[in-house]
């Protein structure tokens, strides 16, 4: 099986019970999430929003209850089902599609900004997959990504887990050296942003909002709060 073949079918298992805080997240944390993605996008609301690798819709959902047009792309169709079903418990209408965040059959020029959170990790050509968000951004467009600096310690942490990580283990094993940004470093990240043609790039750790996230145990499914989390924001 090729690697995105492998990479597809562990998250179609994996929606089973993968659902990251979507639903379950309190009024209090989905107001910090808000209030922190708006001060990314300038306080602008009705923005055209694309949320790749959206797995349960976590991003996707926020953005649109934010006041957005937005359109969501996963790679698995049994995670796009749980988005769907999580997006109709909050009347939300969003775009759904099945799709590559590396090869997008979406248009030019069309969105002003591209979100993702934990997907980066995953990419078998992430300098592809930039290329594919800044040609589908408007001129002057963000992209606004989230991911870790996973480590294999922290992601067998939890015995809620241990299934899932088993199979996790199995699957991702014989792929992550396929994989460049399995962990991610923020200086060898910055360099493929800036390849693939972004001029200003800023990456931050989240470290109060990480915190702020363990104590109301949402943000991470799969590994403690000790990996650091980055916040990334480059512009077309
Ligand atoms: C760790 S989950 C994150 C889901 C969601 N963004 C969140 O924060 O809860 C990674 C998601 O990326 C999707 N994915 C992996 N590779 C992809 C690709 N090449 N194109 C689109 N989606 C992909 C997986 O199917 C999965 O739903």
Redo the contacts with the bound molecule.
């Keep these: 099986m090729d690697t995105?073949k492998i990479?597809?079918s562990y998250?179609?298992y994996?929606?089973e019970s993968?659902n990251?805080?979507?639903i379950e997240n309190s009024e209090e944390g989905r107001n910090a999430w808000k209030a922190m993605l708006l001060k990314a996008v300038e306080g602008k609301k009705g923005l055209k929003v694309l949320?790749?690798?959206?797995?349960?819709?976590?991003?996707a959902l926020l953005f649109a209850e934010m006041g957005n047009e937005v359109t969501a792309?996963?790679?698995?169709n049994n995670?796009l089902e749980k988005a769907r079903r999580n997006a109709l418990k909050r009347s939300l209408k969003i775009d759904f599609l099945q799709?590559?965040?590396?090869n997008l059959q979406l248009p030019d020029a069309y969105f002003d900004v591209v979100v993702?959170?934990?997907?980066l990790w995953?990419?078998?050509d992430p300098r592809k997959?930039l290329m594919e968000w800044r040609r589908v951004l408007k001129d002057g467009g963000k992209i606004i990504a989230?991911d870790g600096e996973w480590n294999q310690q922290s992601l067998s942490g939890r015995k809620k887990e241990e299934n899932y990580m088993k199979i996790f283990r199995k699957q991702y094993e014989p792929i992550k050296k396929d994989l460049p940004l399995f962990s991610l470093k923020p200086e060898y990240l910055s360099k493929i942003f800036k390849d693939s043609g972004f001029g200003t790039v800023s990456i931050t750790r989240m470290e109060d909002f990480c915190k702020f996230e363990k104590e109301k145990d949402s943000l991470f499914?799969k590994h403690d709060s000790s990996d650091p989390i980055y916040f990334i924001k480059a512009e077309k």
């Design positions: 995105k990479i597809q998250w179609d994996r929606s993968y990251n805080g979507v949320d790749v690798g959206t797995g349960p819709g976590f991003l792309v996963d790679l698995s995670m799709g590559d965040a590396e993702n959170k934990y997907l995953t990419l078998p997959a989230i499914d």
